[in-house]
Every structure is written in C-alpha cells, then in structure tokens.
C-alpha cells in the first residue's frame, strides 16, 4: 500500500516507520526531521528497534492510496486544506480529540476513517523516535459499522506488525480514548511525569475523577460509556505505556502549544460547569500557554 503519512512527530514517525515494513511510506513533516530521513533513513529505537527508509518530504504528495494524518488536533484543517488535492482512496486520523474527521470529511471526497492509537512514541532528534511503549491502533468507519476499505486498512497494518482492531463503532472508542487523554495527558504534563506516575496515590485519583467526568460528558452525547470503563481503560493504558512521556508532557516539556482545548477544554465546555477536575486542568495548561 502506497501511505501518506502527514504529521511526521512522535506518533506519525513511529507509525510511519513501522508501516515501512510492510509498505512504500511517506513521512510528510517539517524540518530538519525530513532532511535526516531523506538522508539517513529512520531509526527507530525502543521496544523493537529497526531502520527504515521511508520516503520524506515538507509538503503533501499529490496521490497516495491512504493518508493516515497524526498532526495535532489544532493543525486538523491546515492538514485538510493541504490533503484536498492529492488524490486517495481513503484518509485515516490518528489524532487525539473528537472532531477531526468531520474537519477532514469536509475537504475530502475520499472515505475518511476513524482511529485512536496508544502506542508511545518519542521524536528523540531528527531522524530517530523512541518506541516507549506497544499500544493497539483501532480504526473503523467514523460514524460506525463496516466498510471494506476500513477492513483492508486493518490487514495492511497488521502485515506490517501494527496491533490493530477493525471496530464497528467508533464514535464509542473515540470517547474511550478522550476519557484516557483527560486523565492522562495534562495531569503528567502540570507534574512532569511519566504516565506510569499515574498508577497509584494522588495521580491515580487525579485521572479516574477527570476519566469519571468525561464519561458523564459523553453519555449525555449518547455514548454508552460508564465511568467504571473510563477508569478502568486510563488504568490499562497508564499500565501499558508506564515508560511514556504523554503527547502533552512533550509539547509542555519542548514548549509548544498542547492540544488541551480538544481534551479537556472540549470536555469542560460540553459538561457547562459539571466537570470541575477537567475545567481546573484546561485553566492551568491555558495559564502555562499563556506565559511570555
Ligand atoms: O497523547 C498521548 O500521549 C497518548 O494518546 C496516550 C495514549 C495517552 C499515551 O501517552
């Protein structure tokens, strides 16, 4: 399969390296991460270490049979503004956040799929990334049941070695993952730990209460997810990527904007002053963006 991965950081270069595999992979990115790959190939180190020679390059290229976009969730419409001439046979977002593939959906006309991925990863310098820990990809149709091009992006993963579920609803695991997101991601970023920090004492209680709201959340969406799975999936992913810098740790730690405002700040907007732990997490990392 011909694969266009567009947001070569962290995630995208693990992603992107690990399908390298098994396919002819572009890692679209910035700068000098892209010279190093054209130049050097791409190290991949950690959990399973390898090499690969993906192509690179800084823009998008004009046809690919999958875009798999792994930006962060506020760079969504800059990357479906990029992607809307380049011809594909589907798009799959990767990305943290619920939204991302309406935003896509809206400049596409390809099928756009929907995925949620806990594997960690770490851009480590240009050309390399650590693999910190195994996760699962689940991809699936965005608003639900089956297609064949979901069922076919699945086994191209697969037989590059990408644990991967072909699941008939997605919007559900969307909100699964956002629930994990809330509890992890901001909590280590405000205390500069790792997510395995979370695994027990006051980080834990931490996570399962901003799991718990975000559960509220998106059962008044209509979403079956009661709080005891919330909790009990943060507690599995914090077990399973006990080594990981979370995606906002690493923004925070490399002082980059993070994508709070599709993580808690999209839970505490929905939950209108109902999810106080979420709100009082998006107002600290907005008071962090907000420094000189
Ligand atoms: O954003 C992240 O860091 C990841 O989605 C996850 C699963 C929380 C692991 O660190």
Redesign the pocket.
Known sequence: MDIAVVGAGS?GSLLGGMLAREHDVTLVGREPHVGTVQREGLDVVGVESFRVDPAARTDVPDSADLAIVAVKSGDTAAAADALADCALDACLSVQ?GIGNEETLAASLSCPVLAG?????ARLDGPGRVDFT?R?EVVLGPRAGGESAIADEVGAAFRAAGVETTVAADMPTRLWE?LA??AA??AT?ALARVE?GALADGPGRELAADAARETARVARKAGIDLSDDRAVSLTER?VRD?AA???????DVAAGRRT?IDAINGYVADRAAGRAPVNETLTRLIRLWEARD
Do not use: P
Not at 116 to 120: A, K, L, Q, S
């Open positions: 995630l943290n949620t991925c806990t594997y960690g820990g996760g993952k994990v997101n992890v991601n280590t997510n992913v990527t990981n810098r979370s995606s906002m740790l690493q994508e």
